[in-house]
């Protein structure tokens, strides 16, 4: 704030005179925070002539007037020599007309650039603080971001993690304008990173693992399962294994970097390439992230192959029975259900309870081809069945089709892992059911 007349001048030297600090020289200190009142620039080295404790300002020689300012102290370093001021005005020049936007309510200021360090100011979701120079600092979970020395509005400095930080560079105290995607489905030519977003099919991450490993996990993998953005209804959603979400949003923004803000639904992506998106919520005022890849080859294609396949190999077992009986256990048999789930009916197994078939199972229930074998075992075994009797259990049987009928081997105390089958029950009951 200028001082509008001498008696401010004067009031403020006669303060501080019963203070030590006070000098008729105190330093040279770095502009941290310049504004359009004082015409100051971030970076820039002023001359302090007085530091008030009382009223917690500086009174500096303006280089751009010639005339004095009173600046508030958290707007300048701590004074000192003009040739160390110049140190540091060098440091921080890099960053020094970057500020950022908070994304996340209670964003924590640390005392230290480590996670566990104690918090020194919780910042507000929309909150502008100045970036004044990176540091180095622990890693956060698995997030990406870097630990930068930030000053809020209200003179705080600490140490914040730039994972839920929007920064951009202005050049007037911290206003900026934002490119914003033009109405009418109209999108600016050079938004390629929107363009990325929609040329492609996105699908969760844990696809590349599963198509690597041929690992078809038909519970993972569906077609109905991606991220997707519907600009017609405003829409953005996604859905996999573990989640399924939905906003609505009112714009596209188009944040610095690769980042996008879908505004309203308040969700950002962040675009890593051409085969890799991130997506960003906040939920119980914690941020979750959910990585999405494309990929060249058909993976719907892949999907409903192997959907096909089970289905098929359901059918020939049902074709070639579909009753299946033996003396000892009983009568089984498959009739056609829903998706690629058969029904079936098991009567008078109770030679294979309780070691196998637990004692509560029903009668019926249905049946699929639910987990994969591994190539070791395909010249023994056709395929593994997984019976659902109708309990918190499941009951698996490694089949074999022959001429006369269908032979199967427990897998109860086998070992699953990946969706596949890895070893076989030790002492396994075989039976053999005639057509």
């Known amino acids: 704030m200028r001082i509008r007349n001498f008696k401010q001048i004067a009031l403020a030297f006669l303060a501080c005179l019963s203070?030590?600090?006070?000098?008729?020289?105190?330093?040279?200190?770095?502009?941290?925070?310049?504004?359009?009142?004082?015409?100051?620039?971030?970076?820039?080295?002023?001359?302090?002539?007085?530091?008030s404790n009382i009223t917690h300002t500086y009174i500096i020689e303006?280089?751009?007037?010639?005339?004095?300012?009173?600046?508030?102290?958290?707007?300048?370093?701590?004074?000192?020599?003009?040739?160390?001021?110049?140190?540091?005005?060098?440091?921080?020049?890099?960053?020094?007309?970057?500020?950022?936007?908070?994304?996340?309510d209670g964003l924590p200021i640390r005392a230290e650039a480590?996670?566990?360090?104690?918090?020194?100011?919780?910042?507000?979701?929309?909150?502008i603080i100045r970036v004044l120079f990176k540091g180095e600092g622990a890693k956060v979970n698995a997030m990406e971001g870097e630990w930068y020395r930030v000053l809020t509005s209200e003179g705080t400095q600490g140490w914040c993690?730039?994972?839920?930080?929007?920064?951009?560079?202005?050049?007037?105290?911290?206003?900026?304008?934002?490119?914003?995607?033009?109405?009418?489905?109209?999108?600016?030519?050079?938004?390629?990173?929107?363009?990325?977003?929609?040329?492609?099919?996105?699908?969760?991450?844990?696809?590349?693992?599963?198509?690597?490993?041929?690992?078809?996990?038909?519970?993972?993998?569906?077609?109905?399962?991606?991220?997707?953005?519907?600009e017609a209804e405003k829409k953005i959603s996604f859905a996999n294994s573990e989640d399924e979400r939905s906003w609505d949003y009112s714009e596209i923004k188009k944040i610095s970097g690769k980042q996008i803000l879908f505004e309203g639904a308040n969700v950002n992506v962040t675009v890593k390439s051409d085969e890799e998106i991130v997506l960003q919520y906040v939920e119980a005022g914690k941020p979750k992230n959910v990585v999405f890849d494309s990929f060249g080859e058909d993976v719907d294609g892949i999907i409903e192959?192997?959907?096909?396949?089970?289905i098929g190999a359901m059918e020939k077992i049902a074709s070639l029975g579909p009753r299946f009986s033996s003396e000892n256990y009983g009568t089984l048999v498959f009739s056609s259900g829903s998706g690629d789930e058969y029904n079936f009916n098991?009567?008078?197994?109770?030679?294979?309870?309780?070691?196998?078939?637990?004692?509560?199972?029903?009668?019926?229930g249905t049946v699929a081809i639910k987990y994969l074998i591994p190539d070791s075992m395909k010249s023994s075994y056709d395929g593994l069945l997984t019976f659902d009797f109708g309990g918190d259990y499941e009951v698996n049987f490694l089949y074999k089709l022959t001429d006369s009928g269908l032979r199967l081997e427990d897998a109860v105390r086998g070992k699953i892992e990946d969706n596949i089958l890895k070893a076989k029950s030790s002492s396994a009951t075989v039976i053999f059911l005639e057509k």
Request: charge should be positive; include cysteine; aromatic fraction near 10%.
């Open 19 to 51: 203070f030590a600090s006070c000098k008729k020289t105190v330093g040279y200190s770095v502009v941290l925070w310049g504004d359009e009142k004082n015409q100051l620039n971030n970076g820039e080295v002023v001359k302090v002539l007085v530091k």
């Open 346 to 364: 098991w009567n008078d197994f109770s030679l294979l309870q309780p070691e196998v078939i637990p004692s509560s199972a029903r009668t019926s």
């Open 161 to 230: 993690f730039s994972y839920n930080l929007d920064i951009y560079e202005s050049e007037n105290g911290g206003k900026r304008e934002v490119q914003v995607a033009k109405k009418n489905d109209e999108v600016q030519a050079d938004d390629t990173n929107l363009q990325t977003i929609r040329s492609h099919k996105w699908y969760p991450n844990e696809y590349r693992y599963l198509l690597k490993k041929k690992i078809y996990d038909l519970n993972k993998m569906k077609s109905s399962f991606g991220f997707f953005l519907d």
């Open 305 to 310: 192959k192997e959907r096909s396949r089970r």
């Open 114 to 127: 480590v996670n566990t360090a104690k918090q020194v100011y919780r910042l507000r979701k929309g909150e």
């Open 62 to 104: 303006n280089p751009k007037t010639n005339g004095k300012e009173e600046i508030p102290l958290w707007q300048l370093s701590e004074p000192e020599s003009k040739s160390k001021a110049k140190k540091t005005s060098a440091v921080l020049s890099e960053y020094a007309n970057s500020f950022a936007s908070v994304k996340l």
